[in-house]
């Protein structure tokens, strides 16, 4: 049980592009789901966070405007990182609240050439 | 301000050489302290909560430990599969939105 995917699992996109992550949690509801960022060699970065009807919370320094976050019912949200550049290439995973923590997707990695 | 911090930063192993790794913790109010294991490439899996000092969680050759202060991962006679980061988080008795504080990780390679 408590299983969160994400697709596409890996993208490569042309600078100036916008790219979309979904993430679902497959066998349980998530009022709450949350989107990191990790660099090579470097623990999570939290993003923001997202309960599902109502606007995402973004950390300080993250820009809403760049990384829209949407999670329209209990077991999808998504991300989409508008107008993406080279800067924006990382990996972004997600994660979902379970019933005693959260649990966490594949990832994402993301190429911007 | 919640603080974790993980120590050491790297290990290596020999294949049957048990160690632990350590997590200490500034919170105000533990809910509960969390352990994941994240290989390259992929997102962290799951794999304790611990909420109260004393208790103590087992899964096949790991062991979690909890203090007030600080938490333990034991790994006993560790096999090369058991290679990877391992990431301690603490959720604030405070937090309504179920935000977890992660350490930077302790990056663990056992040799055959």
């Known amino acids: 049980g408590a299983v969160v995917s994400q697709h596409p699992s890996w993208v490569i996109c042309k600078s100036g592009t916008s790219v979309k992550i979904e993430c679902r949690s497959l066998d349980f509801q998530a009022t709450t789901m949350f989107w990191y960022r990790q660099f090579p060699k470097q623990s999570l970065m939290l993003m923001a966070t997202s309960n599902e009807g109502s606007k995402a919370t973004y950390e300080q320094g993250v820009e809403k405007d760049k990384f829209l976050i949407n999670h329209a019912s209990l077991t999808l949200s998504t991300l989409t990182v508008t107008s993406a550049h080279p800067e924006d290439s990382s990996f972004y995973i997600c994660?979902?609240?379970?019933?005693?923590?959260?649990?966490f997707g594949p990832g994402t990695r993301l190429t911007v050439l | 301000e919640d603080q974790v911090t993980q120590s050491p930063e790297a290990l290596r192993l020999q294949e049957g050489e048990s160690s632990s790794l350590n997590c200490s913790y500034t919170?105000?109010?533990?809910?509960?302290l969390f352990w994941y294991r994240q290989d390259p490439g992929k997102g962290p899996e799951f794999l304790f909560t611990l909420y109260s000092a004393g208790e103590e969680k087992e899964k096949e050759r790991l062991k979690a430990t909890l203090t007030k202060k600080e938490s333990f991962l034991h790994i006993t006679a560790p096999k090369p599969e058991d290679s990877a980061t391992y990431l301690c988080?603490?959720?604030?008795?405070?937090?309504?939105?179920?935000?977890?504080?992660f350490g930077a990780g302790t990056t663990v390679t056992v040799r055959a």
């Open positions: 988080a603490v959720l604030p008795s405070l937090s309504n939105d179920y935000k977890l504080s």
């Open positions: 919170v105000s109010g533990l809910r509960g």
């Open positions: 994660s979902a609240r379970g019933w005693n923590t959260q649990y």
